[in-house]
């Protein structure tokens, strides 16, 4: 079962892993962006930690969603809050905990409500090319029987492959399709925070 204080330490296991790469997601944003991708997130993550302790996940979700609208900015902050938002609408009303299935099918509302509200698709070269095959991967291992830990440590493994695989994508949206063929060589930063949101979760899954 996935219940609020699991929800709680994942984003505060979030906070502790974009703490340590700040300076990382700061040069990443300052090769293809305006650099302030790691302090933002830092700064927006950290303010969201007071918003963890509603009594429902519907309510704490929206909080969380709320919070980072509030406090992290640029284009990522609405496109992250859009996702918890998302995420919250998909919870049962009053529900404290819900199973696997039920939270996966909740990451991917909000995840697929984070690419509707960013228009982007696979390939664009943003944070969704890695959530949606960390989420494509979780939901496939997790139908196939593997234990939800483990499902989760291999989401995290498509996450970064996608990460990684931005490097070698034109970025059509936001600020780094400015660049057009320049961003190319370059790790999205967007796309390496949201792997740093499936790695804290599937530690906090453990
Ligand atoms: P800004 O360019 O406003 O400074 P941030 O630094 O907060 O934005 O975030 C940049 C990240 O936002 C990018 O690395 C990319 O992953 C993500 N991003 C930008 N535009 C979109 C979009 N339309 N859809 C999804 N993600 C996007
Ligand atoms: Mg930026």
Redesign the pocket.
């Known amino acids: 079962m996935i219940a609020v204080g699991t929800v709680a330490r994942w984003i505060r296991r979030f906070d502790t892993l974009v703490a340590n790469h700040e300076t990382h997601l700061t040069e990443?944003?300052s090769h293809?962006?305006?650099a302030?991708?790691g302090v933002?997130?830092v700064r927006g993550v950290h303010e969201t930690l007071n918003a963890l302790d509603a009594p429902t996940l519907q309510a704490q979700s929206k909080a969380i969603g709320m919070s980072l609208l509030r406090h992290?900015?640029?284009?990522?902050?609405p496109?992250l809050a859009t996702l918890f938002l998302r995420m919250a609408a998909a919870f049962p009303v009053d529900a404290v905990e819900v199973n696997d299935t039920q939270f996966l099918e909740a990451l991917r509302t909000g995840v697929d409500g984070?690419?509707q509200?960013?228009?982007?698709e696979l390939g664009?070269?943003?944070?969704?090319?890695a959530l949606s095959p960390a989420v494509a991967t979780f939901e496939r291992e997790h139908a196939a029987g593997t234990a939800f830990p483990e499902a989760a440590a291999r989401a995290v493994a498509a996450a970064a492959r996608g990460r990684d695989a931005?490097a070698d994508m034109v970025?059509r949206?936001?600020?780094?399709?400015y660049l057009g063929q320049r961003s190319l060589g370059h790790i999205?930063?967007?796309?390496?925070?949201?792997t740093l949101l499936v790695q804290a979760l599937a530690e906090v899954l453990v």
């Open positions: 990443l944003d293809i962006g305006d302030d991708h933002n997130l992290v900015g640029g284009t990522s902050g496109l984070l690419a509200r960013g228009k982007t664009d070269k943003t944070m969704f090319d931005t970025a949206k936001g600020r780094a399709s999205d930063p967007g796309a390496a925070s949201a």
